[in-house]
Structure formats: C-alpha cells, structure tokens
C-alpha cells in the first residue's frame, strides 16, 4: 500500500506562486511514476503532470504548461508541483497521484494511488 502526503497548499492572489510537495515512507517510491492532478468546485478531476521515476518524462496538462514544473527527489521519496503565474481558475483541490506504471500511464489512465488532496485558492 502506497501512502501518499501532500503539502503545500494555501490561498495566494493572481500571478502569485505556490510549491506543492507529495512524499511518502513507501521505499518503493522511487520508482514509481508520479503526478498531479486537481479538482475545482463541481467540476471532474482532471490532469495536471506527470513524471517517470527517473525524471526523464514529464508531461503537462496545456493549461499549465508554461507555468507548473514537475519535479521529484527520490533521495527524499518527494515530488514537487512548482506553481507560478497562478490564475484564478487554478483553483481546487489538489492531489498527488502514483502509479507503477509509466508517466503516460497517469495522464492517459489515471494513477493506482491517490493521496487526501491540498487545497490550493487563488484570489483574484
């Protein structure tokens, strides 16, 4: 069983940046293909990024592209959602997901793991 933890969330104004960490005591971690993904008020969970457990792979939702940064210390079974230029539509719960499967496998069919959420607001 995989646990997963996320950090980081808060209220921030437009154009502000938030850092989101995700870390877990599964030693297995590390090589494990991790991601987020994020859930405004009434709408479906949808896509954020992903990475490989390398780090070779990442890939990003096209609204965030530009503006997120996914990156993993798997010294500290961590990964990381760097936010910037943050709009108010960015806001929702945010989750952090894993999967023994590739990064594609997450962005295309969804993490085997969840973690609890973080809820990330951005005032306009």
């Known amino acids: 069983q995989v646990q997963l933890v996320e950090s980081g969330g808060g209220l921030v104004q437009a154009g502000g940046s938030l850092r989101l960490s995700c870390t877990s005591s599964?030693?297995?971690?590390?090589?494990?293909?991790m991601g987020w993904f994020r859930q405004a008020p009434g709408k479906e969970r949808e896509f954020v990024a992903s990475?490989?457990?390398?780090?070779?792979?990442?890939i990003y939702a096209d609204s965030v592209k530009g503006r997120f940064t996914i990156s993993r210390d798997n010294a500290k079974n961590t990964v990381y959602l760097q936010m910037n230029s943050l709009k108010p539509e960015d806001t929702a719960v945010y989750y952090c997901?894993?999967?023994?499967?590739?990064?594609?496998?997450?962005?295309?069919?969804?993490?085997?793991?969840w973690g609890q959420g973080t809820q990330v607001t951005v005032s306009s």
């Open positions: 997901a894993a999967d023994s499967g590739r990064a594609s496998t997450i962005a295309t069919m969804g993490p085997g793991y």
């Open positions: 990475i490989s457990w390398r780090s070779s792979s990442t």
């Open positions: 599964a030693r297995t971690l590390s090589t494990y293909a």
